[in-house]
C-alpha cells in the first residue's frame, strides 16, 4: 500500500469514527432541562399551564429558538410557595403581587415580570344564607387565603364601601381547596378567594357569590409573574420566552370562548389543576369575564394602588421603590407567539 493510500485509509476511518463518536453523544445528551414554575391551583394562573403546554408543543416540533422548557409545578398554599422560592428550589412562580414586594423589601431577589390575569376572586357565602352584604357579617368568621393575598384587600375594601373596618369581622387564613368544605361546615361563614374555588360551592350548590371583583373592583389583579433576580442575570432568554408565552397564552384565552373551554380542560388535567372539567368551565363561562387575562402588561400605577392597599393592612411595612421588584423590560421586549394545545 502506497504511504497515499495509507494515510487515505486512516483519514477514512478516523471519520468513521468520529461521526460515530457524535451520534452516541447526541444520544446520550440529556433532554434541555426544564425551567419550574410554581403556582397553585387557581385559574388566576391559567396562563401558565397554557403557556407551559404551548412551549412543550412548540419544542416537539421544533419551532422553539431557545429550546428550553417550562413545567408547572402546583403548589397548594401560598406558605409552601413562599418557602421553595425563597430557597432557590423555583426560580419563577406565580406571586401574590404583595407577597412579591414584602419579599424584595426583605432583600430577596426577586423582580415581577409580568401579570397573570385580570379579576377572577369571589367572596362566597351558603346558598341559603341570610347574608346579603358585608354589614351582614359583623362578627363573622372569614376566611382568606393569606393576609398578603389581594383576596384579602378586596374584603377589606368590601368592608370600607359598607362603612365597617377589619376589626368587624374575624379572619382566618386558610389554603383555597379547603374553603369550600369550611363553608359547607359552617366553619366560616364566608370565603374569598381566586377562583375556581368559589365555583366549587357554587356547582355543588351550597354557595353562591356574595361579591365578584368583576363588579366590584374592575382593574383588579393578584397573580403577577414573578422570577429570581438570578435566573434573569444567566438565562435572559428564557425568561424572555417564558413571558412571550405566557401573555401569548392571556391572548389566546381572550380571543375566542370556545379557547377558554379548551383551557379548562387542559387545566383539569392531573398534570396541572387536578380539578373537575366542569368547575373549570363555569369559571370560564358564567360570566365570560368573570376571569380576563387579556391585558398583562405591568402597570406602575395600579401596583402603586396595590402597594398603599397593603400599607393600609399592614402587610407590607413600608413603601418599596418600584424598581426594586419590577422588571418591564422583558414586556417591552415581548413578541406574540403561537399557542398551539393538542388534544
Same mark, same amino acid.
Request: net charge positive.
Given at each position: 500500500?502506497?504511504?497515499? +493510500?495509507?494515510?487515505?485509509?486512516?483519514?477514512?476511518?478516523?471519520?468513521?469514527? +468520529?461521526?460515530?463518536?457524535?451520534?452516541?453523544?447526541?444520544?446520550?445528551?440529556?433532554?434541555?432541562?426544564?425551567?419550574?414554575?410554581?403556582?397553585?391551583?387557581?385559574?388566576?394562573?391559567?396562563?401558565?399551564?397554557?403557556?407551559?403546554?404551548?412551549?412543550?408543543?412548540?419544542?416537539?416540533?421544533?419551532?422553539?429558538?431557545?429550546?428550553?422548557?417550562?413545567?408547572?409545578?402546583?403548589?397548594?398554599?401560598?406558605?409552601?410557595?413562599?418557602?421553595?422560592?425563597?430557597?432557590?428550589?423555583?426560580?419563577? +412562580?406565580?406571586?401574590?403581587?404583595?407577597?412579591?414586594?414584602?419579599?424584595?423589601?426583605?432583600?430577596?431577589?426577586?423582580?415581577?415580570?409580568?401579570?397573570?390575569?385580570?379579576?377572577?376572586?369571589?367572596?362566597?357565602?351558603?346558598?341559603?344564607?341570610?347574608?346579603?352584604?358585608?354589614?351582614?357579617?359583623?362578627?363573622?368568621?372569614?376566611?382568606?387565603?393569606?393576609?398578603?393575598?389581594?383576596?384579602?384587600?378586596?374584603?377589606?375594601?368590601?368592608?370600607?364601601?359598607?362603612?365597617?373596618?377589619?376589626?368587624?369581622?374575624?379572619?382566618?387564613?386558610?389554603?383555597?381547596?379547603?374553603?369550600?368544605?369550611?363553608?359547607?361546615?359552617?366553619?366560616?361563614?364566608?370565603?374569598?378567594?381566586?377562583?375556581?374555588?368559589?365555583?366549587?360551592?357554587?356547582?355543588?350548590?351550597?354557595?353562591?357569590?356574595?361579591?365578584?371583583?368583576?363588579?366590584?373592583?374592575?382593574?383588579?389583579?393578584?397573580?403577577?409573574?414573578?422570577?429570581?433576580?438570578?435566573?434573569?442575570?444567566?438565562?435572559?432568554?428564557?425568561?424572555?420566552?417564558?413571558?412571550?408565552?405566557?401573555?401569548?397564552?392571556?391572548?389566546?384565552?381572550?380571543?375566542?370562548?370556545?379557547?377558554?373551554?379548551?383551557?379548562?380542560?387542559?387545566?383539569?388535567?392531573?398534570?396541572?389543576?387536578?380539578?373537575?372539567?366542569?368547575?373549570?368551565?363555569?369559571?370560564?363561562?358564567?360570566?365570560?369575564?368573570?376571569?380576563?387575562?387579556?391585558?398583562?402588561?405591568?402597570?406602575?400605577?395600579?401596583?402603586?394602588?396595590?402597594?398603599?392597599?397593603?400599607?393600609?393592612?399592614?402587610?407590607?411595612?413600608?413603601?418599596?421603590?418600584?424598581?426594586?421588584?419590577?422588571?418591564?423590560?422583558?414586556?417591552?421586549?415581548?413578541?406574540?407567539?403561537?399557542?398551539?394545545?393538542?388534544?
Amino acid at each position: 500500500m502506497s504511504r497515499l +493510500a495509507f494515510w487515505v485509509k486512516w483519514a477514512t476511518g478516523a471519520a468513521v469514527v +468520529a461521526v460515530a463518536l457524535l451520534a452516541v453523544s447526541a444520544a446520550a445528551a440529556p433532554p434541555p432541562q426544564a425551567l419550574r414554575v410554581g403556582g397553585l391551583p387557581v385559574t388566576c394562573n391559567l396562563t401558565l399551564p397554557v403557556a407551559c403546554h404551548a412551549i412543550a408543543h412548540a419544542s416537539k416540533t421544533g419551532k422553539l429558538v431557545v429550546g428550553e422548557l417550562a413545567e408547572y409545578q402546583k403548589f397548594t398554599g401560598w406558605p409552601e410557595l413562599k418557602e421553595a422560592f425563597m430557597a432557590g428550589k423555583v426560580k419563577a +412562580a406565580y406571586f401574590l403581587a404583595p407577597l412579591a414586594m414584602d419579599l424584595a423589601d426583605r432583600g430577596v431577589p426577586v423582580k415581577i415580570v409580568a401579570l397573570g390575569h385580570r379579576s377572577g376572586a369571589v367572596i362566597m357565602v351558603k346558598t341559603n344564607s341570610p347574608v346579603k352584604s358585608m354589614k351582614d357579617l359583623k362578627g363573622k368568621r372569614i376566611a382568606i387565603p393569606s393576609r398578603f393575598a389581594v383576596d384579602h384587600l378586596f374584603v377589606r375594601r368590601m368592608l370600607k364601601q359598607n362603612g365597617m373596618t377589619p376589626a368587624d369581622v374575624q379572619f382566618v387564613e386558610m389554603n383555597p381547596p379547603d374553603m369550600p368544605a369550611a363553608l359547607y361546615a359552617g366553619a366560616v361563614t364566608a370565603y374569598a378567594t381566586g377562583e375556581p374555588f368559589g365555583a366549587v360551592a357554587e356547582l355543588a350548590g351550597y354557595g353562591r357569590p356574595l361579591y365578584m371583583t368583576r363588579n366590584e373592583w374592575p382593574d383588579y389583579i393578584c397573580c403577577v409573574l414573578t422570577v429570581r433576580q438570578e435566573l434573569i442575570e444567566t438565562n435572559r432568554p428564557m425568561v424572555q420566552q417564558l413571558v412571550n408565552y405566557v401573555m401569548s397564552a392571556g391572548a389566546w384565552l381572550q380571543a375566542s370562548p370556545s379557547n377558554r373551554l379548551i383551557a379548562a380542560d387542559l387545566a383539569a388535567d392531573r398534570r396541572y389543576f387536578n380539578q373537575k372539567a366542569e368547575v373549570l368551565r363555569l369559571v370560564m363561562t358564567r360570566p365570560p369575564d368573570r376571569v380576563t387575562y387579556g391585558d398583562l402588561k405591568v402597570a406602575r400605577s395600579e401596583l402603586d394602588v396595590l402597594m398603599r392597599l397593603a400599607l393600609e393592612a399592614g402587610i407590607i411595612a413600608r413603601p418599596v421603590p418600584y424598581d426594586k421588584y419590577v422588571d418591564e423590560s422583558f414586556i417591552k421586549n415581548y413578541k406574540p407567539v403561537e399557542i398551539r394545545i393538542d388534544r
